[in-house]
C-alpha cells in the first residue's frame, strides 16, 4: 500500500512539473486554462506604449519650450550674441569697453524686458523675495600693478562684492547707476562678474493640445569669467527652469474633460499592471511550492539533493522581469497622473519609469517567442555566452581604462575630444565602431610634435588592438555559443535529472548523497515531447 502511494504521488508531481513547464496554449489543450498571463500581457504591452508615446510628445514640448526660451534670452541680454555658442561659453569679449557694454547692455535690456521680448515674460523673485538684478563681483584683494608685469603685486585671498538693482533703482536711468561705485573695474585683480535674476513665464502651445499649461520660473545667471586673465573674457549664460504652480489661472474650454480622459486612462494602466503583478507574484509563490515537492520527492526516493541547475529552472527571470516592469509602470503613472493635475513638475524622473518600464515589457515578449524553437536561439545563445562575454569584458575593460586615462593626460590640452574623461571614453568607444577616426586624427593640434608623434601611435595601436582582436575575439565566443546551441539541437542537449524524472526515466542510485550536475542550455524538443517545454 505504501509502494503504491508512493507511485500514486509521482505521477501527480510530474503531472504538475510537465503542466507547469508547458507553453500558455499547452496549458490550454490540457486542461482548458485560459491564458490570462498572455492576454494580459498584450494588452499591457498596448496600453503602455500608448502611455508612453502620450507623454513622450509632451515632455518633447516641454523641453522644447525651456531650449527656445534659453535661446531667446542669450539673444535678448547677450550683446553681440551671434545665436551659436563659441564653446562650452556663449561668447567673449577682449577690452575693458565690451566688458562695460556687455554688462550694462544686459541691465539696460532687463529693465526694457516687457516692452522687447515677444513672449509673455514676467520679473520673478530671487530666493531673497527681491525682484531685480543681482550682481556680485569676485576680485583679488588690493594689489598694486606698474606698466611692467614684472612689478605685480597681487593678494591671492578673494573678495566677493554684491550689489542689488531693483526695478525702481533701473527707472532713474543709466547716468545714475552706471556711476556707481561698484561699477569701477579693475581688470588686473577682476575674476568675474556675476549677474543673475529670475523671470516668470507661461507654456501656451499645451493648450493646443487641450492640457493644462505649465508656469515656469526661470533662474537665469551671466557669467563674465577672467579668471584666466588672458586677455580674453568668457560669457556664459546658465538658466535653470523650474515649473511652479499658475497663480490664478482661469482657462476655459474642453481642457477639463481632456484631462479626466487621461486620468481615467492612467488609472486602467495601473489596474492592468496590478492583476500583472498578482498573477505573476502567484505564479512564483506555486513555483518555489512545486520546488520543494520536488525537493522533499528527491529526499525520500533517491537520498539526495536536486541540483542547483535544476533549482534554477523554477525561478522564471521572465516573471521577475514582468514584476519589475509592472512595479516601474504602476510608479511612472502615478507620477504622471499626479503631473497631469500639476501636483507635481518632475517630467525627467516620470519619464525614466516609464521609458525604463517600456523597455521591460517589450524585452518580455521574447519569453513567449522563445517556445518556438526557431525563435528560441537568440535566448539560450545569449543565456550560454552571458558568463564568458562578461569575463572577457572586465579584462578588456583594464586596457580600455588604461588608454582612457593616457589619452586625456596626454592629449587632452590639445585635442577637444580628449579634454576630459568622459569625452575621452566616448571618443574611444566611437573608435571601436568605426566611427569619425579621419576626424579624430585630423583634429590633433600640431603645436607639440612630440604629442603629434605620441597621438599617431596612441591611436594606431588602439585601433589596431580593439578592432582587429579585441572586438575580433569578442564576436568569435558569441559565434561559439551559437554553433554549441545549434549542435545541441540537432544532437539533443544534456539532459538533468529534472528533465529524466519529467519523462519517466529512471533515475541512476548513486552511493553518494549528492552529484554532479550538468549546466542545462536549453531544452530538447523530439516529436514524442509536443507536451513538454522546459523555460530557462
Known amino acids: ?38 492576454g494580459l500581457q498584450i494588452l499591457k504591452i498596448v496600453m503602455v506604449t500608448t502611455q508612453l508615446v502620450r507623454f513622450g ?4 514640448l516641454v523641453v522644447t519650450f525651456k531650449e527656445e526660451n534659453i535661446v531667446s534670452f542669450k539673444h535678448l541680454f547677450l550683446k553681440g550674441y551671434s545665436g551659436v555658442d563659441e564653446d562650452d561659453y556663449s561668447c567673449s569679449i577682449y577690452t575693458e569697453e565690451d ?40 576680485y583679488y584683494k588690493k594689489g598694486t600693478t606698474f606698466s611692467s608685469n614684472e612689478n605685480l603685486t597681487i593678494d591671492s585671498d578673494v573678495e566677493i562684492g554684491c550689489i542689488h538693482l531693483d526695478l525702481q533703482a533701473l527707472l532713474n536711468g543709466p547716468e545714475d547707476w552706471k556711476q556707481l561705485p561698484f561699477f569701477k573695474l579693475e581688470f588686473y585683480r577682476l575674476l568675474q562678474v556675476e549677474i543673475s535674476f529670475h523671470l516668470k513665464g507661461i507654456d501656451l502651445q499645451a493648450i493646443q493640445s487641450r492640457e493644462l499649461p505649465d508656469c515656469y520660473v526661470f533662474r537665469n545667471k551671466i557669467t563674465f569669467d577672467n579668471k584666466a586673465h588672458s586677455g580674453k573674457i568668457k ?20 481642457i477639463q474633460k481632456n484631462t479626466q480622459y487621461v486620468l481615467l486612462f492612467d488609472a486602467s494602466v495601473i489596474a492592468i499592471c496590478l492583476a500583472s503583478l498578482i498573477l505573476c ?34 525561478i522564471s527571470g521572465w516573471y521577475v522581469l514582468v514584476i519589475i516592469s ?34 521591460f515589457v517589450w524585452i518580455g515578449v521574447i519569453r513567449y517567442l522563445g517556445y518556438f524553437q526557431a525563435y528560441n536561439v537568440l535566448i539560450l545563445t545569449m543565456q550560454a555566452s552571458l558568463p564568458k562575454v562578461l569575463r572577457f569584458c572586465a ?31 566616448e571618443c574611444l568607444f566611437s573608435l571601436v565602431n568605426g566611427d569619425d577616426m579621419f576626424a579624430t586624427f585630423a583634429q590633433i593640434q600640431q603645436k607639440s610634435i612630440l604629442v603629434w608623434l605620441f597621438s599617431r601611435l596612441y591611436l594606431y595601436s588602439f585601433i589596431s588592438l580593439f578592432i582587429y582582436m579585441i572586438l575580433s575575439l569578442f564576436i568569435a565566443l558569441i559565434t561559439d ?56
Open 235 to 254: 560669457i556664459y549664460f546658465d538658466s535653470d527652469a523650474n515649473i511652479e504652480d499658475c497663480r490664478a489661472l482661469n482657462i476655459s474650454g474642453s
Open 326 to 359: 509592472d512595479l516601474m509602470t504602476i510608479i511612472g503613472s502615478i507620477l504622471k497622473m499626479e503631473i497631469t493635475v500639476k501636483n507635481l513638475t518632475n517630467y525627467d524622473l516620470c519619464s525614466i519609469f516609464l521609458g525604463t518600464s517600456t523597455l
Open 99 to 138: 566688458a562695460y557694454e556687455s554688462i550694462f547692455f544686459t541691465i539696460n535690456q532687463y529693465h526694457r524686458l516687457k516692452n522687447i521680448s515677444l513672449a509673455p515674460l514676467d520679473y520673478g523673485e530671487n530666493e531673497e523675495k527681491r525682484i531685480g538684478l543681482k550682481i556680485c563681483k569676485q
Open 281 to 314: 507574484t502567484r505564479s512564483i509563490v506555486l513555483a518555489l511550492r512545486l520546488q520543494k515537492r520536488l525537493e522533499t520527492f528527491f529526499l525520500e526516493k533517491y537520498k539526495r539533493r536536486v541540483c542547483d541547475a535544476d533549482q534554477w529552472e523554477f
Open 395 to 425: 579584462c578588456a575593460g583594464m586596457i580600455y581604462l588604461g588608454y582612457t586615462f593616457c589619452g586625456w593626460i596626454v592629449l587632452g590640452p590639445y585635442h577637444e575630444k580628449f579634454e576630459n574623461l568622459n569625452l575621452v571614453s
Open 1 to 38: 500500500m505504501t509502494h503504491l502511494d508512493s507511485e500514486v504521488k509521482e505521477e501527480r508531481l510530474r503531472d504538475d512539473l510537465k503542466f507547469y513547464f508547458m507553453s500558455p496554449c499547452e496549458k490550454y489543450r490540457a486542461r482548458h486554462q485560459i491564458p490570462w498571463k498572455l
Open 57 to 60: 510628445l509632451g515632455n518633447q
Open 481 to 536: 555559443s551559437y554553433d554549441t546551441i545549434k549542435k545541441y539541437q540537432q544532437n539533443g542537449f544534456p539532459e538533468t535529472d529534472l528533465q529524466e524524472f519529467l519523462k519517466g526515466y529512471c533515475i541512476k542510485e548513486y552511493e553518494k548523497d549528492t552529484i554532479t550536475c550538468q549546466t542545462q542550455v536549453g531544452c530538447q524538443r523530439k516529436g514524442s515531447d509536443d507536451d513538454l517545454m522546459l523555460i530557462n
